[in-house]
């Protein structure tokens, strides 16, 4: 590994522990925080939109980019969006307006959400899309002060809620703070499930609180490299950066990764 690299993947860490570090002050609110190709065909309720996917992708669990499978011929020039702290007040405008731009992305759900009046409807909306639905725990807490238990009712909680709203049970944990230890670990081997952190985000830095500020620092912060898996949260200024991100990521020759592309645990298992 070169030092450059070393440097990148240092200051990537250190950017989400910036996120991470804001855990206090928002509490429950945010976290501002060899394989080989498989077919896989997922057909999900009628009233969804038809997904049929080859895996091309894996999440790297030390960078938390996304990159290509071997011998995928995948593209390395790809970006993901995911959005956390859903479905809160915007997350289905999100994916409508996202759908209207014809780009996937994955929503990370807090079941404390799926239990406010009009929850349901929304991850219900989300899905209908066509968008991947991940699990950011039922009450957004930091995992690792958690016993074995409790993790286990924070994780599988979330997917015994989500499965009885859209029938499917989610195949990603974001921790909130991107914070995990052992136990999670262990979870994720019986829920078979993928950790899937981010390697940069803005959108809870009050500088950044504005949608033309933060689709600029989005496309040109020095963070943007291949598989950049970025991370967003249920926002109104984050809402109206889509089409601003979304239009300089393409700009500069990146494409969006579909979620379904991205193998988890669940199918390297079968
Ligand atoms: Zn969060």
């Not at 499965?163 to 944990?173: A, K």
């Not at 019986?190 to 609180?209: L, R, S």
């Not at 984050?238 to 969006?256: M, V």
Request: net charge negative.
């Amino acid at each position: 590994m070169t030092l450059q690299k070393k440097l990148i993947i240092f200051s990537m860490s250190a950017l989400m522990l910036v996120a991470c570090g804001n855990k206090k002050d928002d509490s429950a609110q945010t976290d501002s925080p060899e394989k080989d190709n498989i077919e896989h065909v997922a057909t999900e309720d009628s009233d969804s939109k038809e997904k049929t996917a080859t895996f091309k992708y894996e999440v790297n669990q030390d960078t938390w980019q996304i990159v290509p499978l071997k011998d995928s011929n995948a593209s390395e020039k790809v970006a993901l969006l995911t959005f956390d702290d859903t479905p809160d007040k915007h997350g289905l405008e999100i994916a409508q307006k996202l759908d209207k731009l014809g780009v996937p992305a994955i929503f990370f759900v807090n079941a404390m959400f799926l239990d406010r009046p009009g929850g349901e409807e929304m991850l219900k909306g989300i899905h209908k899309l066509g968008f991947e639905i991940g699990n950011h725990t039922y009450n957004h807490p930091d995992l690792t002060t958690l016993s074995y238990e409790e993790q286990l009712k924070e994780i599988k909680g979330v997917n015994d809620r989500v499965e009885e709203i859209i029938g499917l049970r989610p195949r990603f944990l974001r921790p909130p703070f991107g914070l995990f230890n052992e136990t999670t670990l262990k979870i994720m081997d019986e829920e078979k499930m993928t950790i899937m952190n981010w390697t940069y985000g803005y959108d809870w830095e009050e500088q950044y609180q504005n949608g033309a500020a933060l689709a600029d620092i989005m496309v040109n912060t020095e963070f943007l490299s291949s598989g950049a898996n970025l991370l967003m949260h249920d926002r109104s200024w984050t809402l109206d950066a889509q089409e601003g991100i979304i239009s300089g990521l393409r700009d500069k020759g990146y494409t969006f990764v579909d979620p379904a592309e991205i193998i988890s645990k669940r199918e390297m298992n079968n």
